[in-house]
């Protein structure tokens, strides 16, 4: 191996979770060694495409009680009502130290900070800076981690592997992908920050980077996954190429409307009530599929779709609130917004389930490894996760886990170098095989194309029992294949042929775990909607779901949901 580096602890990712656990870190624990290793460039983390905003209490008409009651209820009751009271809490501290770093949130008349509503939320609580929040988020998170020079980071060094001393994470193994070597980057904790997997899909708003890395990692190494049966589909996505056209168009007023006119969600019964556009994502993008498979979509050559008409907005407030919105409208859609309905449909958007953690962040069963952000699943969002929580929670559980990590390195001794040095040339060696590999002929694209469709019929919005199982074999057999990958680029530098290779192996575990968590769940909860089991079942189905990797196929098991505050209700608007 050509490098080894020491530090007291590692974060991968360099996006909202791994900034802020890094700044945490140091803050903690002046004098502590974190470095903060990136597959990109962390400006090009998926955090940055974000556009709606942030949700934490801010205004006199709100308080804790309601966001947290909001939550439960988006979650279908399967969030964990500690980690959802600990996570209201923290909101507001950690939006408003996100000013103080020089976030420029948007501002009302009288200068207070300005909020807009977003799905499922009772009043305004979601924070913004007009539409383009995950490039002001970042910036200031970026910009403030530069301050620390205990901040070490290896940019665009992909991590292909944990490094375990026994039970115990100790650092991880990373290809540099300039130069093609690998090296190890050693410390006492590591806290996976890797984000989400929305690429397991053919049509998601995910960046291309988001192939549920972290997750693969932690399953690999026996941590289990949890409620990965629960993907997010967000309602509006631009049909053809998956962009996102954000929530706040909604909470701004924008209307959803059918081929006959109609604004189908005050029209026709979705469950959704008087809140009609500001619904939980998982009703309304079940009443879009509901309206195109009656027949009331709108034809386009990328299949049917349905409008968001945001004309009657005017182009003052457009301009000023969504002036992203337009822009993308125009150019991928062809339509200016200002006089035309928007195109929208459906797409993947975010996984609810992954690395099982604890509220400090701790892995279930193995020692030292933490993870943050959406490769995490703290069970803040159960069954469904509201729009605009998920910034919020890579702050709040970014910084906790930063903290929690430097705690846990003080208190334990560094692994054994030697070890961990041979691990890492295991991991070298697997690496450097893989230049110009003969396999059967088989190729990457060909098999992420066939799993993004098995994932798209039997884990979509509506799911059955034969389709779902159809997925499960599908997977298992696209796993195999897999061995017979034929790889033709021997170069060393930049071979993005071995990253897209290390994606697809993680996305195929990633999608056996979601496909096979989705076929154990027998009852419609959240996200997971199935045609054959419509009801909740909370005397046989309150829990979350495990999944354990095994190489003969996954195992699945049940955790307790922690309750509280809030007990299980029907969940209607
Ligand atoms: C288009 C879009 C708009 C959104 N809008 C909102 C919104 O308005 N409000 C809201 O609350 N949420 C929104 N979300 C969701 C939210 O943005 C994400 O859930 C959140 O930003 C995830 O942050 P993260 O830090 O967990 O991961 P990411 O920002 O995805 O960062 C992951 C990091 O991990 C690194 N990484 C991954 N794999 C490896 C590897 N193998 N080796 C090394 N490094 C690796 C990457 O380089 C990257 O730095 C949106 C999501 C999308 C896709």
Excluded at 117 to 137: P, S
Excluded at 325 to 335: F, Q, T
Excluded at 352 to 374: H, S, T
Aim: proline share 3%.
């Amino acid at each position: 191996m050509a490098e080894l580096h020491r530090h007291d602890i590692v974060i991968v990712g360099g996006g909202a979770a791994g900034l802020r656990a890094a700044i945490a870190a140091v803050k903690a624990r002046p004098g502590s060694s974190v470095a903060l290793v990136s597959k990109v460039y962390p400006m090009r983390s998926h955090t940055v495409s974000a556009e709606g905003g942030a949700a934490a209490v801010a205004r006199a008409d709100d308080n804790l009680e309601m966001h947290g009651y909001d939550t439960v209820k988006g979650s279908d009751f399967l969030g964990d009502q500690d980690v959802i009271q600990a996570f209201v809490e923290e909101a507001p501290r950690e939006l408003t130290q996100l000013e103080h770093w020089g976030c420029p949130w948007s501002r009302n008349e009288d200068g207070t900070v300005a909020t807009r509503a977003f799905g499922g939320m009772t009043t305004k609580r979601t924070w913004y800076a007009a539409d383009k929040v995950g490039f002001h988020l970042l910036h200031t998170l970026f910009q403030t981690s530069m301050q620390y020079g205990d901040i070490v980071r290896y940019d665009e060094v992909f991590v292909s592997k944990l490094l375990m001393d026994g039970n115990e994470c100790r650092g991880v193994a990373g290809l540099d992908v300039r130069t093609g070597e690998m090296m190890g980057v050693l410390g006492r904790a590591v806290i996976l920050a890797t984000g989400g997997a929305g690429k397991v899909w053919p049509f998601t708003t995910n960046g291309n980077i988001k192939t549920g890395d972290g997750m693969a990692l932690a399953y690999r190494e026996g941590v289990p996954m949890k409620d990965m049966e629960f993907v997010q589909y967000h309602p509006t996505g631009l049909p053809g190429t998956g962009i996102l056209i954000t929530e706040a168009t909604r909470g701004e007023g924008g209307h959803l409307i059918n081929s006959e006119g109609e604004r189908f969600l005050i029209t026709r019964d979705y469950g959704v009530g008087t809140k009609a556009e500001l619904g939980p994502r998982d009703m309304i993008s079940r009443a879009e599929v509901q309206e195109i498979e009656a027949g009331r979509g709108i034809d386009s050559q990328y299949g049917q779709h349905v409008h968001l008409d945001l004309t009657h907005l005017g182009e003052e407030k457009i301009m000023k609130r969504l002036p992203m919105v337009r822009e993308l409208s125009k150019i991928y859609a062809g339509v200016d917004p200002v006089y035309e309905p928007i195109p929208i449909r459906p797409v993947v958007h975010y996984m609810m389930g992954g690395v099982d953690v604890d509220i400090d962040g701790f892995a279930d069963g193995v020692d030292g490894l933490l993870a943050a952000g959406e490769v995490a699943c703290v069970s803040l969002n159960g069954a469904n996760r509201l729009g605009s929580n998920s910034l919020t929670e890579c702050l709040v559980f970014g910084a906790r886990s930063g903290v929690k990590a430097v705690e846990y390195a003080k208190g334990t001794s560094d692994g054994d170098d030697a070890a961990l040095a041979r691990m890492g040339e295991e991991e070298q060696a697997r690496i450097d095989a893989l230049r110009g590999k003969q396999g059967g002929g088989e190729k990457i694209a060909a098999i992420r194309t066939d799993m993004q469709s098995a994932m798209e019929s039997g884990c979509g919005v509506y799911r059955e029992e034969a389709s779902m199982q159809q997925t499960v074999r599908d997977i298992a057999a696209l796993k195999q294949r897999f061995e017979g990958v034929t790889l033709e680029d021997k170069s060393k530098v930049f071979n993005t042929e071995i990253i897209a290779y290390l994606e697809l192996e993680n996305m195929l575990d990633v999608a056996e775990s979601v496909s096979s968590s989705a076929a154990s769940r027998n009852e419609s909860r959240g996200a997971h909607t199935r045609k054959d089991a419509t009801a909740r079942d909370d005397v046989n189905w309150l829990h979350h779901t495990l999944c354990y990797y095994d190489p003969a196929g996954p195992r699945l098991d049940k955790k307790d949901v922690t309750l509280g505050r809030w007990e299980p209700e029907e969940r209607k608007y």
